[in-house]
């Protein structure tokens, strides 16, 4: 089965793999360039060297935690009604009561990973990690994806940014960030992501005519759709159609959607969850490998369509050509790697912020009326389009984003794991140690910002209140895209994304939510827990 999906994959794309040599652009020497630089200037720490105050600081040993009982180690706490003092906490919640009760650094073990992870509330200490992350940070990739990018290495040597560590990752990222960070290449999407977010637009007066102005209880699917189709956009120069109505069960598209709503569902069960997936080949692991070989094989069918289109005629210029153009120059495995990482990555996540950010506008309703009072002035009609320049004037809008980062964020916090030994906290941490900085607990807490919970985008703005103001907060503190060179990759164009579509919606509609407080949850990725039923009507001018 396996071996047949593989068959079809080099089947379905011969051309991606005809080439695996970098071409030597003038780029390539470049990156070469400053690759040795930093090759000589520092690289993982090979001895075992330790910091001038090694001596001084408490043994690792000595971290406080929840301690482990033999066999079942910290499992219990989470699994066991009743005595397990986590049993049914979201992992937020937990990461606070251990705050509480051991400090601002601690150590949790005995977890299903069997690795220990240090865990970090203090922002110094989050300096600390990220200043000693060395030239290439290495954050633990997700199992399973690094199970199927060594079952694929030879059909996609690339495949796999977030997985990749070292030098490895360093070459695949100094390649593909001067495409993929520079603003105009992300701007230059804005004309596409206007088209998206319209027929996102299209689809929800649809569904208030329908309903009554009730969303759906699959009105979060409508945000993935809008969320594949924004990164298809991107990544494979086409619009998939993912936001047609009535799009047949059987087409390629829907297929796709299918997949990608399924993608980390199927990760969350087999690398979070206890589960025998882990070891063996479980029906979930082969329903993984069957979408993620699926998403390969369409990634593949419309790569090849563009190297076509590129090779009957001249390539573009390097200022107009698209990512995928840029990608597909620099190296083709490249660009099937690439685009496969933006598809899993860009998917959930944009989606998912939101979800989030919706459920905030439509609990805030005098926060949405102020980003409504700015849409209307800078958006003649509902369905003007929105322009770099607009987003440039929009201050509010991009207050709102970074609040709604702020709250729903995707994840609890980043990971990293120590490059060499350092001294964290007052305490030894050894190299080779995974710690995990707590943003969320601290980005929703009164000690660094002032009414924490509450959403108001008015704290970003400079000219605000002193005592709401973020200006002297810990930049280290508010990191949803992650810090560092290892940060996300894609931060520009999903910040984008998330813009076009929040400063249409609140063009066109009235958002409401006449129910109980949304939940949130982490499940793989933090997030609304419970469908997203807003009560929409549409804005009469
Ligand atoms: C709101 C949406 C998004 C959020 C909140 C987000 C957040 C993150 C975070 C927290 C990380 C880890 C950073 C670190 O360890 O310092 C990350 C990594 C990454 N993200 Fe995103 N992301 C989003 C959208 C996207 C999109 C649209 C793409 C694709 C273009 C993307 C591609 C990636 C990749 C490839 C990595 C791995 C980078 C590496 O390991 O070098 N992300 N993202």
Redesign the pocket.
């Known amino acids: 089965m396996l071996r047949a999906t593989f068959r079809s994959i080099h089947h379905n794309g011969p051309k991606v793999f005809m080439s695996t040599s970098v071409k030597a652009t003038t780029e390539n020497a470049a990156n070469e360039k400053k690759f040795q630089h930093y090759k000589n200037l520092n690289a993982l720490d090979t001895t075992d060297t330790q910091p001038s105050d090694w001596n001084e600081a408490r043994p690792f040993e000595d971290l406080p935690g929840p301690k482990p009982t033999p066999i079942v180690g910290n499992l219990w706490r989470f699994v066991l009604p009743k005595i397990g003092d986590f049993y049914g906490l979201d992992f937020p919640d937990i990461l606070r009561r251990i705050r509480e009760q051991y400090g601002d650094i601690s150590i949790l073990k005995g977890l299903l990973s069997g690795r220990p992870m240090v865990l970090l509330f203090n922002p110094k200490d989050f300096e600390t990690i990220y200043r000693n992350e060395g030239v290439w940070p290495i954050?633990v990739g997700l199992p399973s994806l690094d199970r199927y990018r060594e079952m694929r290495k030879d059909a996609m040597p690339s495949f796999g940014?977030?997985q990749?560590q070292g030098e490895e990752?360093f070459k695949y990222?100094s390649m593909v960030n001067p495409i993929?960070m520079q603003p105009r290449n992300s701007l230059q999407y804005a004309d596409k992501m206007n088209l998206v977010a319209d027929e996102l637009v299209d689809n929800i007066k649809f569904l208030v005519e329908q309903n009554n102005g009730q969303m759906p209880k699959t009105f979060t699917n409508e945000l993935h759709k809008w969320s594949l189709e924004s990164?298809g956009v991107?990544t494979l120069d086409k619009h998939l159609g993912c936001l047609k109505r009535n799009l047949d069960k059987d087409s390629e598209t829907q297929k796709l959607i299918d997949c990608a709503l399924q993608l980390f569902q199927l990760i969350y069960k087999i690398d979070i969850l206890p589960s025998m997936s882990k070891f063996m080949s479980t029906p979930n692991w082969k329903k993984l490998i069957q979408v993620l070989d699926f998403m390969l094989q369409t990634n593949l069918k419309y790569i090849n369509q563009t190297l076509d289109k590129l090779e009957t005629k001249k390539l573009d210029e390097d200022e107009k050509s698209s990512v995928l153009q840029k990608l597909l120059k620099l190296d083709r495995n490249i660009a099937v790697g690439m685009s496969l990482?933006?598809m899993i990555?860009?998917i959930d996540?944009?989606g998912r912020?939101l979800a989030g950010g919706l459920y905030y506008l439509s609990k805030n309703p005098e926060k949405q009326a102020e980003l409504r009072k700015e849409a209307v002035a800078l958006l003649k009609n509902k369905d003007t389009p929105i322009t770099k320049e607009t987003l440039a004037k929009a201050s509010y809008l991009q207050a709102v984003v970074k609040e709604i980062?702020r709250l729903a964020?995707?994840?609890v916090g980043?990971?990293?794991t120590t490059p060499k030994n350092v001294v964290i906290g007052g305490y030894q941490i050894p190299k080779g140690i995974d710690v995990l900085t707590c943003n969320l607990v601290l980005c929703t807490s009164d000690e660094y910002f002032s009414r924490g919970k509450e959403f108001i985008p008015e704290r970003w703005i400079p000219s605000a209140p002193k005592e709401l103001s973020t200006k002297n907060t810990n930049p280290f503190i508010f990191?949803?895209?992650?810090?560092?060179t290892?940060?996300?990759?894609?931060?520009r164009?999903?910040t984008m994304?998330?813009q076009i579509a929040i400063l249409k919606i609140v063009r066109n509609f009235e958002l409401e939510w006449p129910h109980e407080d949304m939940v949130f949850e982490t499940k793989m990725f933090y997030g609304i827990a419970r469908p997203l039923e807003l009560h929409v009507k549409s804005v009469n001018q």
């Not at 990191?479 to 560092?484: C, E, I, K, M």
């Open positions: 954050r940014m977030p990749h990752w990222r993929l990164i991107v990482d933006m990555a860009g996540t944009t912020v980062l964020p995707i994840g980043n990971t990293r990191a949803p895209f992650g810090t560092g290892r940060g996300c990759i894609g931060r164009l999903a994304e998330l």
